[in-house]
């Protein structure tokens, strides 16, 4: 869950506080999160509706239960790094790489700074990497970190990466 978790969310700051309240000052959106519980209740009743396929599609951003401005996933975004919030747990996510017999990727598009991190420290450390991803990445950005790793599973689909992943993993001595 290094990269954000769905049901929580955190205060962005964007949007004008309500009912007197002052918008939740960057210390506190960057230290706290809400899960769904702590919506505020037209929120959260939407939210639910929405997830039993019962309401109207989610069309605007909910509200931060401290200041009413508007609340983001709380996920990390393209222009942030794995310190801008606590909750990413950048420290442990650099030991995870430190340690790693083998690196997964799901899901991504070898286009944002953690991806290209692990790719470097895949090829310095030679631990190899899967790839999970349904279609093939965008052929210029997996070819460039393909070159850098000198492997070719930074090109595969799951159906070609997930067999030799299970291959490693029964053949690793207990």
Known sequence: EAHGRAGLFRCCGIGDATEGRTRCEESVANKEWYGVDDLLSKDRKALQAWWRDEGKPVTRPFSCPRCGAFLAPLSLLFDENYDSHFFFEADAWDGWLDDAD????????????????????CRDRRVPIYNFNVDEPEKTVALANAARLRRATALQTCDE??????KAVRSKPR
């Open 161 to 166: 990466s997930f067999p030799q992943l299970e």
């Open 102 to 121: 083998a690196v997964v990727f799901a899901g991504t598009s070898f286009s944002v700074q953690v991806t290209r991190e692990a790719l470097r420290r």
